[in-house]
């Protein structure tokens, strides 16, 4: 077995594995104590929100010029200068990060100004990590950075939540313990890198001066911020915005369904590694006429698997939060899955369309509607928070309508450039078939037990949609199941 394949491999293992262990976490151990939960979900997602600025696209530059550099011996030189400049940028950031709210102290109301010395002190390690992640995979390591990226924060989140409820710890230790956790990771990366190869520091600028290559890196790295900062806003604004909005309790219920909910998307998480080179040939040779067949074919499994998913959720979360401490609170915010599982499975259905846009000549076009999408996010949340008195329910609603619309934009672009379209008949055959068969499943009657309904309803739902897909032939799950489906599994 190659290098790539073996890493591939684990990758994978280590990813499902890193999956179940948040998933089971959020569902049957963080609904104890909502607030809490709450308060570490609010703090790593902004932390990700501010990260793009201090990074600056540094970490992607140590990708795309690895070759150049390499063959010149100034690969460490670029990593040492990276390093440097991210510590430079955390200066400046944090310097205006305080300015603000002197110059303006009436903010200091905010969660995220009472939260400085967790999110601070978070950044400047999760940005020197993110450089060294990119810097190991060009050794075409990817096993060890996975557990760091992860593993960890999933540990750290389970590890001070256990520390605070379960053992008694203060806030303050139980913090501690989290913030440990990202320093331990970047020390690992930093011991990983060294021991891949030795690393000597190198600040010298003559190298990035000559040929003023500091003029490249700095414009790719620009580009690579302008697309990072709009993807981390769009996905993690939410649990910023709740946390300050609302309060920190609502915030740990939208996560727990969020958690709940990312079941749908496991379809997504090997198929797009057999699928990239396959879009990339095709783009390459412009065949986009057979572009257009495995995009639709690649789309209708990934709706197909993400609308089972989602179907055997909607009978089944009623029952299943009768399992879960203060599952109460998780029921009245039912709303919230409907809303955003409805959404996330429009977004399967459109397949890999923003994979396309990337791998084709108008990569740049992503930055533009990634951005976008986080304007459109935040504007929609902070109307849903400050005009309605909707709660987790708006946010959810403001999700669902901004993420349809940059689903929309990206068929537009793609059908206009490439003639391509994600959408077919036998969707809208599947989502007649889903509606009947939870219709049905929530007309069945109910026994007295919870684990019974728990398992005889989505099992009715399945019956059902499997039993019907075999009469009208929707999907081939039978050659899915025997060839596709442990490649998309096991390979990167």
């Known amino acids: 077995m190659s290098v790539i394949a073996r890493q591939g491999f684990k990758y994978s ?15 049957f151990i963080f609904p104890y104590d909502m607030e809490f939960y709450g308060k570490l979900r609010f703090i790593m997602p902004t932390a990700e929100m501010l990260l793009p600025i201090v990074i600056f696209g540094l970490s992607f530059s140590n990708v795309k010029f690895f070759q150049q550099t390499q063959k010149e011996g100034k ?24 300015a603000f709210f002197l110059l303006f102290p009436q903010f200091k109301t905010l969660q995220l100004w009472k939260m400085k010395f967790l999110i601070l002190p978070l950044i400047l390690l999760m940005a020197l990590s993110a450089v060294l992640n990119k810097y190991i995979t060009n050794f075409k390591r990817i096993v060890v950075p996975n557990i760091f990226e992860n593993l960890f924060p999933k540990i750290a989140n389970l590890g001070a939540f256990t520390l605070f409820f379960f053992l008694g710890v203060s806030e303050k230790g139980s913090y501690g313990f989290f913030l440990g956790m990202f320093l331990l990771s970047l020390i690992g990366y930093f011991f990983y890198a060294n021991k891949l190869e030795k690393f000597t520091p190198d600040f010298s600028t003559d190298y990035v001066r000559k040929d003023h290559l500091w003029k490249e890196i700095l414009n790719y790295s620009f580009y690579g911020f302008l697309g990072n900062i709009g993807n981390f806003i769009a996905f993690r604004v939410d649990n910023y915005m709740i946390g300050e909005f609302l309060n920190f309790e609502e915030n740990g219920v939208y996560s727990i369904i969020l958690s709940i909910l990312s079941f749908i998307l496991i379809p997504q998480m090997g198929l797009f590694n057999i699928s990239a080179p396959i879009i990339n040939k095709t783009i390459a040779e412009g065949e986009f006429e057979e572009l257009d067949r495995f995009h639709k074919k690649t789309s209708l499994t990934l709706f197909f ?73 935040i504007t929609l949340n902070y109307l849903f928070l400050t005009k ?58 109910e026994t007295n037990s919870n684990m019974i309904n728990l398992l005889y309803k989505p099992g009715f739902v399945l019956t059902v949609i499997f039993g019907a897909n075999h009469v009208m032939k929707i999907f081939p799950v039978e050659d899915y199941i025997n060839k596709k489906f442990f490649k998309s599994i096991f390979k990167f």
């Not at 690969?75 to 305080?98: C, K, M, R, T, V």
């Not at 609170?329 to 409805?342: K, S, Y």
Request: charged residues 5%; proline residues 2%.
């Open 13 to 27: 293992l280590i990813g499902y594995f890193g999956f179940l262990l948040g998933t089971i976490s959020a569902i």
């Open 75 to 98: 690969h460490q030189n670029l990593l040492s200068l990276s390093l440097a400049g991210i510590l430079l940028n955390f200066a400046i950031f944090s310097i205006l990060f305080f």
């Open 305 to 377: 698997l993400g609308a089972v998913l989602f179907s055997c959720i909607l009978v089944g979360f009623p029952y299943l939060s009768n399992f879960i401490k203060n599952g109460e609170q998780l029921r009245q915010a039912e709303p919230v899955i409907w809303i955003l599982g409805f959404a996330m499975l429009f977004d399967l259905a459109t397949g890999f369309n923003g994979h396309i846009i990337s791998l084709s000549k108008y990569y740049r076009f992503n930055i533009v509607i990634m951005l976008f999408l986080a304007i459109t996010t």
């Open 388 to 445: 309605t008195h909707l709660g987790i329910i708006g946010i959810a609603m403001a999700t669902a309508i901004s993420l349809t619309l940059f689903n929309l934009t990206k068929i537009y672009f793609n059908y206009w450039k490439f003639k391509v379209f994600p959408l077919t008949i036998e969707m809208m055959y599947m989502l007649i078939i889903c509606t009947l068969a939870i219709t049905l499943a929530i007309m069945l009657p």
